[in-house]
């Protein structure tokens, strides 16, 4: 085993004991996600709670700045129970970020909160964060305060709902993101100038019975006329669930990875032309 299994496995066994202590909390119920993941709770006001799952890299140093990753889940992420952001089709979205693989070379924090049910993102025709995403914000505002994090390379993902969000938050604050993920979601742009100031990766399948592939061509043709910095990948015969396809995409990490907001100039928005959507 490398040092890194070893370490996680110390870590298991640590949290497998603190686990015990408390009594509450029986050995069964102890997931593999509750060792990764701490399990916290925003609570602004009586009425305004929101529950997030944080990805610590092991080892944390204080005194070196990490990436963060912010993950918005999809539809069946939603609820109360701070679980199901984590399960189901958003597997992939929350894992891939924690593999010992991409933490090797990309120690990041991994930011994944709960939307609860009934509720959601953002939506296209108002796009705007819903009071929800606005308590994100918040709660990535609070992971910034308590960790050493680098404000130049925060990254946004999110697929299907998620996707919603990710759409709203980069037309909102354009000048927060290094790069952004966007999986099966569409938009109306009211901000392209503030999206042509981040570089983005979109996927989507030719077979979504969710988001019509005309309109994420559509909308792939409205960032080239605004020589946005993006990338469309399009599959062929794949539906809803292009998450399966995207993260088995090579160039996925080296491609985030190479995005740093100190790195891009002011007038990046308007400079350079961007990767020819397939089939726009």
């Not at 995207?246 to 002011?266: N, Q």
């Amino acid at each position: 085993m490398g040092t890194g299994g070893i370490l996680r496995g110390l870590v298991s066994a640590t949290l497998f004991c603190l686990a015990l202590a408390a009594g509450p909390v029986r050995p069964a119920e102890l997931s593999q996600d509750d060792v990764d993941f701490r399990k916290l709770v925003f609570e602004k006001s009586k009425d305004q709670r929101l529950n997030y799952r944080l990805f610590v890299p092991l080892g944390y140093d204080a005194s070196r700045k990490y990436p963060l990753v912010l993950w918005l889940h999809g539809a069946n992420g939603r609820g109360s129970d701070n679980v199901t952001q984590l399960t189901g089709g958003n597997v992939l979205g929350t894992h891939f970020w924690i593999s010992h693989e991409v933490q090797n070379t990309f120690p990041a924090f991994v930011l994944v909160p709960q939307c609860p049910t009934g509720q959601s993102w953002s939506e296209p025709e108002l796009n705007r964060p819903s009071p929800t995403l606005l308590l994100v914000m918040e709660v990535f505002a609070k992971t910034q305060r308590e960790f050493s994090i680098d404000p130049d390379r925060i990254y946004l993902a999110g697929q299907s709902m998620g996707g919603l969000g990710v759409w709203s938050l980069v037309q909102t604050y354009p000048q927060k993101w290094a790069a952004a993920l966007v999986l099966c979601a569409y938009d109306n742009f009211s901000n392209l100038l503030g999206i042509t100031m981040v570089p983005l990766w979109l996927f989507q399948g030719d077979a979504d019975p969710v988001v019509p592939v005309d309109t994420v061509r559509e909308m792939a043709r409205a960032l080239k006329k605004q020589h946005a910095n993006f990338r469309y990948s399009e599959y062929h015969h794949v539906g809803h669930d292009v998450w399966t396809r995207a993260f088995a995409e090579p160039d996925l990490l080296p491609w985030l990875t190479s995005h740093v907001r100190r790195d891009r100039p002011a007038s990046e928005g308007q400079l350079g032309s961007p990767t020819p959507p397939q089939n726009p």
